[in-house]
């Protein structure tokens, strides 16, 4: 667990080991605001329990008041009846996945507390504070979104940003870093077209830390920008596809 941010109302904190060496390693995101908390990408069920436990250790379960799962994945949102059946927070997530998403168990009764999340974004009230959900289509999935918390002024990225194998919480050189995004980006992300509008679409948000689902934080302006700019010039998915179907360059 790590406090990446806190002043005298608000905190973020994330977890980045709860999952098992067997597993894909996944982080889970807490924004608090006052007595509220929204929970970001909360996992399946080997890490349901272990999280469950460490946000009970900081607040009270029942102030859990939002879930949001940035795409569809199970080391996202498998263990989504467990939350919802122990609070009474309501999920979001894209339209496109709300009847899919039962498949992974979630009660008939609780069917109606899963909120679609309109294609162009929208925003959540935690308390006072206004959370932005930031489209971000084919990034992977063909249903997805970020969130930006204009507090922390942290941008959560999900899946883009991802590293793996980098051991760090909080990447220290973004030029070094690129090799642990590199292959994961290529053979992830749908491809540049997307990437450009993404990047257009953020990079003049004030961001202080982007926050992936898997992997390290990256931190600090400079390392901000250079991450965009690299997103920006990535060759990826379809741009990668020869005429047999081949992956290159990966």
């Given at each position: 667990m790590l406090?990446?941010?806190?002043?005298?109302?608000?905190?973020?904190?994330?977890?980045?080991?709860?999952?098992s060496e067997t597993m894909v390693q996944a982080n889970q995101h807490l924004i608090i605001h006052k007595d509220e908390v929204l929970?970001?990408?909360?996992?399946?069920h080997k890490v349901y329990p272990k999280l469950l436990s460490e946000i009970g250790k900081i607040i009270p379960i029942s102030k859990i008041k939002y879930l949001f799962f940035s795409h569809q994945d199970p080391d996202i949102v498998a263990a989504?009846?467990?939350?919802?059946?122990?609070?009474?927070?309501?999920?979001y997530i894209t339209g496109l996945w709300t009847r899919f998403i039962p498949h992974f168990g979630?009660?008939?009764?609780?069917?109606d507390r899963l909120i679609p999340i309109k294609d162009e974004g929208d925003t959540l009230m935690l308390g006072d504070l206004k959370i932005n959900f930031i489209p971000a289509h084919f990034l992977h999935s063909p249903g997805n979104f970020h969130v930006y918390d204009p507090v922390s002024k942290i941008l959560y990225t999900g899946d883009l940003g991802a590293s793996i194998g980098c051991k760090d919480f909080v990447v220290e050189d973004i030029d070094d870093h690129i090799k642990y995004m590199e292959a994961f980006h290529k053979r992830y992300i749908a491809s540049n077209k997307v990437l450009r509008i993404w990047v257009d679409m953020v990079k003049n948000l004030?961001?202080?830390?982007?926050?992936?689902?898997?992997?390290?934080?990256i931190k600090g302006?400079?390392?901000?920008?250079?991450?965009l700019?690299?997103?920006?010039?990535l060759q990826c998915g379809v741009?990668?596809?020869?005429?047999?179907?081949?992956?290159l360059s990966i």
């Amino acid at each position: 667990m790590l406090t990446i941010f806190e002043n005298s109302e608000h905190k973020n904190i994330f977890f980045n080991d709860l999952t098992s060496e067997t597993m894909v390693q996944a982080n889970q995101h807490l924004i608090i605001h006052k007595d509220e908390v929204l929970v970001l990408d909360p996992g399946g069920h080997k890490v349901y329990p272990k999280l469950l436990s460490e946000i009970g250790k900081i607040i009270p379960i029942s102030k859990i008041k939002y879930l949001f799962f940035s795409h569809q994945d199970p080391d996202i949102v498998a263990a989504a009846n467990g939350w919802l059946m122990v609070t009474d927070a309501k999920a979001y997530i894209t339209g496109l996945w709300t009847r899919f998403i039962p498949h992974f168990g979630i009660d008939d009764y609780l069917i109606d507390r899963l909120i679609p999340i309109k294609d162009e974004g929208d925003t959540l009230m935690l308390g006072d504070l206004k959370i932005n959900f930031i489209p971000a289509h084919f990034l992977h999935s063909p249903g997805n979104f970020h969130v930006y918390d204009p507090v922390s002024k942290i941008l959560y990225t999900g899946d883009l940003g991802a590293s793996i194998g980098c051991k760090d919480f909080v990447v220290e050189d973004i030029d070094d870093h690129i090799k642990y995004m590199e292959a994961f980006h290529k053979r992830y992300i749908a491809s540049n077209k997307v990437l450009r509008i993404w990047v257009d679409m953020v990079k003049n948000l004030d961001v202080d830390i982007i926050a992936p689902q898997h992997g390290s934080i990256i931190k600090g302006k400079d390392n901000i920008r250079k991450f965009l700019d690299w997103l920006y010039n990535l060759q990826c998915g379809v741009d990668l596809i020869s005429d047999n179907m081949k992956i290159l360059s990966i």
